[in-house]
């Protein structure tokens, strides 16, 4: 009996081979970890360099700006967090972003309530996803056809409410754009980057400790094997895209806090950025593999990029890309080098 | 709990249809608790399908599912675990990506304050694996284990179910020698707590060692249930191919004398050719004008063996000689070259192309090999056609009809037909006569005897045992993906002979 599990003894103590046994042992069993620890990794490489050439990058509210600045795109990447683990993709997230916030600031030159505009954004971009799980689930088709189709669509009622810009002069969604929360050391935080990090949060604590969550794993790493071991991968699937959208909604929501306006082309190209920022923060394209915590990484990891060419001043702002797509290749392939031998 | 004599499951004229075929046709099963029982029938049988409508992925047609004597309607497998029914199958259905303690209790996870639980997960997955004699760090991602520990681990969920069915959809076709014990010994501890179990395998020294009844299916059909000691292997594996083709000896004598050609170098000579589960490593020798026929039950090996002498899968060991001359077997080019012809067992999906004309069917090969650049000649293709038409003796309206349109025996000659007009000097065909009337069959062997005559050297896989006699030089017989035997067919021979061989040969 024993001996069907447990790993093959030492090899004798040499040096070099204790060494390599230590760190054996150290990435045993903690293979998933990998890609998150090193996107970590990154971000505080990124960090480094920073501070060795700029004065005043290691500022505490320059760092907090990072979040400030992302909020929205965190709280995007959230959501695609949920479909990606699930073994989708999201295409939508942008244009959803784009919609909710023409959806306030319509509502609000309409005249509405401020505090009756918020919730019916929401609830447009999780209807908007749920539509496109149910799609997605029971008529089989393609995530990436189903929410494609959903970008166009939910981009196009953009235009619907206004082919122009929509001022937001709304008093109390300035003075939530305004509200800091202090924090020691005379910094402080937007009202935006406390929501995103409380919706990362309660991402986390919804993938870990509900049966939701650990369903979104399971689907992730073998949808057919959910399905036998009995999980409603129905439930899981539509859910995922449902939890997207309404993820989408509230970065629209935050946009327009920092935007003050509601505009048709707000966040074009905005969902991507969200996947590459999964995806640089270690979670795997496949399914299965990934954590919130490393999707905020990725986006922080993203912002830092940007932040650097603001303090070059000199370079092309294109240069984010460049570093972006140089990062994401890299990402991919160490998952591909980490990947589980599939059993044959 | 009221009476012993009420059955754990008992499933009786289920009857499933799948667009075109009748999987099932009234079959049935009974499950007394505490019995290790057998499912047996060969590929394409219908144990799959009986399976999975016990553990509701399919929905039957027809007829009645009991548990504990009540019926019940299963409505996915969630449902059947709801009746204590839990399911093992074959390629291990769990999530690799998962800890073996969430892969254990996913759907019920043990939760705490702040939701699910993580520590009382691991505790309650340890426990459970002590109880059953397993060490285990429930904690690990179970794709770090070897496929062997992860069919113990998918017992274990059943064993958190409570299940009092337990089905087990060849558990042991990936493992080796000693992960079988282990699996068995889990199996016999479950039984002894009165669990039901139902074993489905192709190893049959297995079920005479865990199992004290058996089912039989065939076609679907149910042959019977009988107990280990009143049916051996012999009359098992005999029930399972049933009494087939047992009209053609009517039809036709023996194909030719039984005297295997004088003694010529081999024109094929492969060494340890094997391929992980595919086939175990064999040698396999082929004279010019020999017909070696290979023998085993559907699922042992047969077609695995010659897919890897053509390149079609890719061997892990071994080599392939022709003329002397070694073979690249990566992909089926040089087989090709070499002149080797390969005529597929399914003949929808990997041979003829139904909606092009017989003409070019025939062709197509011999187009693929000279080339795109070069067609050929259109008075030359026509001679070709109507000479094979003729000598194939294929019923057709006209050369240009699509060969979709033609019976299943017309068809199979067609395919012959394409390899036969490359001139091929090996011709290895899988299953040439299945599914085609007597008649068609009678001709197709004609053809192939002739085309042995004429110096071709000929590898004759079938099922159909009086076939495999009546042609072959040489029988190969495989059993559970070996090479277990070669026999001379030198008119000694006989269809019980080599049945004894696929039941117990090599056995040991």
Not at chain 1, 56 to 72: C, D, I, R, T
């Amino acid at each position: 009996m024993t001996g069907l599990s447990t790993p093959p003894p030492p090899p004798p103590p040499t040096p070099l081979a204790s060494a390599a046994a230590r760190v054996r042992a150290l990435v045993d069993g903690r293979r998933r970890f990998i890609p998150v620890a090193v996107s970590g990794l990154v971000l505080v490489l990124l960090f480094a360099v920073g501070s060795v050439r700029y004065t005043g990058f290691l500022e505490p509210q320059v760092m907090l700006n990072l979040l400030v600045n992302n909020s929205f795109l965190i709280v995007l990447a959230v959501g695609v967090t949920f479909v990606i683990l699930a073994g989708g993709i999201d295409l939508s997230t942008g244009s959803v972003l784009a919609l909710s916030a023409m959806i306030c600031a319509w509502l609000l030159r309409e005249g509405w309530p401020p505090l009756l505009v918020i919730p019916v954004a929401l609830l447009a971009g999780a209807a908007i996803g749920f539509l496109q799980g149910c799609i997605i689930h029971f008529y089989g088709v393609q995530p990436f056809i189903a929410t494609l189709g959903g970008m166009f669509f939910a981009r196009g009622l953009c235009y619907l409410i206004s082919t122009e810009s929509i001022p937001i002069t709304d008093p109390l969604f300035g003075a939530l754009a305004q509200a800091r929360v202090p924090l020691p050391g005379g910094t402080s935080l937007s009202l935006g980057a406390v929501v995103a990090l409380a919706a990362a949060a309660a991402a986390a604590f919804v993938l870990h400790r509900t049966r939701f969550g650990r369903s979104v794993y399971a689907v992730g790493g073998s949808e057919s094997s959910a399905m036998l071991m009995g999980l409603s991968v129905g439930r899981v699937k539509v859910g995922v895209y449902t939890v997207s959208g309404f993820c989408a909604a509230l970065g629209g929501v935050l946009y327009t806090l920092y935007i003050a306006s509601g505009n048709s082309l707000h966040g074009l190209g905005m969902e991507l950025d969200a996947i590459a920022a999964v995806v640089i923060g270690g979670t795997l394209l496949t399914g299965g593999f990934g954590y919130v915590l490393g999707s905020v990484v990725g986006v922080l990891t993203l912002g830092t990029i940007q932040t650097i060419l603001v303090f070059e001043g000199t370079l092309s702002s294109w240069w984010s890309r460049i570093v972006a797509g140089v990062l994401l290749l890299v990402f991919i392939l160490l998952q591909r080098a980490l990947a589980p031998r599939t059993v044959k | 709990m009221d009476t012993a004599a009420e059955p754990a499951v008992h499933m009786s004229g289920i009857v499933k249809d799948f667009p075109g075929v009748r999987a099932l046709d009234g079959a049935g099963l009974r499950l007394e608790p505490g019995e290790v029982h057998a499912l047996l029938g060969e590929n394409g049988a219908g144990k799959s399908t009986l399976i999975k409508v016990l553990t509701g992925v399919h929905r039957p047609d027809a007829g009645s599912i009991e548990v504990d004597g009540r019926p019940v309607s299963v409505n996915g497998p969630q449902d059947a675990e709801r009746h204590g029914i839990a399911t093992v199958y074959q390629e291990v259905n769990l999530c690799p990506n998962l800890s073996v303690a969430e892969n254990v209790l996913l759907g019920r996870e043990p939760r705490g304050r702040f939701g699910i639980s993580p520590r009382r997960m691991n505790r309650r997955a340890a426990e459970l694996a002590a109880g059953m004699g397993l060490d285990l760090d429930v904690t690990r991602a179970l794709g770090e284990y070897p496929i062997a520990v992860q069919q113990l681990v998918a017992i274990l969920r059943a064993v958190d179910l409570d299940a009092r069915v337990l089905v087990l959809d060849e558990p042991t076709s990936s493992l080796d020698r000693d992960e079988v014990r282990i699996l068995f010994d889990l199996v016999e501890r479950l039984r002894s707590r009165g669990v039901a179990i139902l074993f489905v395998t192709h190893f049959l020294d297995q079920v005479y060692e865990l199992c004290r009844r058996m089912t039989v299916l065939r076609n679907g059909r149910p042959v019977g249930t009988f107990t280990t000691d009143e049916l051996d292997q012999r009359g098992l594996v005999g029930l399972m191919l049933g009494e087939q083709a047992g009209e053609l000896d009517r039809v036709e004598g023996r194909a030719h004398d039984g005297a295997p050609p004088p003694d010529a170098p081999p024109l094929l000579h492969a060494r340890g050719l094997g391929r992980k589960g595919g086939v175990a490593p064999y040698d396999l020798d082929v004279a010019p004008g020999q017909i070696v026929g290979l023998a085993g039950l559907l699922g042992s090996g047969r077609t695995e063996a010659v897919r890897l002498l053509f390149g079609a899968d890719r061997p892990d060991s071994g080599s392939v000689e022709v003329d002397g001359r070694l073979l690249s077997l990566r992909t089926p080019r040089a087989p090709i070259g070499a002149g080797l012809a390969y005529c597929s067992e399914d003949r929808k999906a990997e041979g003829l192309v139904a909606d092009l004309s017989v003409a070019d069917n025939l062709l197509l090969a011999m187009q693929a090999a000279r080339g795109w650049m070069r067609p050929m000649p259109r008075k030359a293709r026509a001679e070709l056609v109507e000479r094979y038409i003729s000598a194939l003796r294929i019923r057709t309206a006209s050369p240009d009809t699509p060969v979709g349109a033609l019976s299943g025996g017309n068809q199979q000659k067609v395919l012959l037909g394409r390899w036969l007009i490359m001139r091929p000097r090996l011709l290895i065909l899988d299953e040439p006569t299945r599914g085609i009337d007597i008649g068609a069959k009678a001709e197709v062997q004609r053809l192939v005897a002739a085309e042995a005559e004429e110096g071709t050297a000929v590898l004759f896989v079938s099922s159909e045992l009086e076939e495999v006699l009546r042609l072959s030089h040489r029988v190969v017989v495989l059993r559970d993906r070996r090479v277990v035997s070669t026999l001379d067919n030198d008119g000694g021979l006989d269809v019980d002979g080599v049945l004894a061989e696929i039941a117990e040969g090599g056995a040991r």
